[in-house]
Nanobody, 122 residues
Framework: QVQLVESGGGVVQPGGSLRLSCAASRRVFSSNTMAWYRQAPGKQRELVASITRGGSTSYPDSVKGRFTISRDNAKNTVSLQMNSLKPEDTAVYYC????????????????WGQGTQVTVSS
């Protein structure tokens, strides 16, 4: 089995920056659309950023201009650079991705990471 593993969370002051990274727990053949979601206490999980294999990105207005998603197709990894962080960005951040485990696999399957905590507080 394979899972996505996030790293880079932590505590940062308002206005600060953090960079999250995500990789599969073992080597996979290919990845398709990758994304970051977040879930704050008492709220629903929401999409923060997504990126297609070709590099097209999408962001909600709440993070546009502050967050940047990027990927490395050769390594099947995805990162999220978060700048100008606000207290309302505090949440558990989850990596999500469509992975093809083997060359012979018939299709991409969707996987989630276990999440990494980001806390923005003075």
């Amino acid at each position: 089995q394979v899972q996505l593993v996030e790293s880079g969370g932590g505590v940062v002051q308002p206005g600060g920056s953090l960079r999250l990274s995500c990789a599969a727990s073992r080597r996979v053949f290919s990845s398709n659309t990758m994304a970051w979601y977040r879930q704050a206490p008492g709220k629903q999980r929401e999409l923060v950023a997504s990126i297609t294999r070709g590099g097209s990105t999408s962001y909600p207005d709440s993070v546009k201009g502050r967050f940047t998603i990027s990927r490395d197709n050769a390594k099947n990894t995805v990162s999220l650079q978060m700048n100008s962080l606000k207290p309302e960005d505090t949440a558990v951040y989850y990596c999500n991705g469509d992975l093809k485990l083997y060359y012979s696999s018939s299709d991409y399957l969707n996987y989630w990471g276990q999440g990494t905590q980001v806390t923005v507080s003075s």
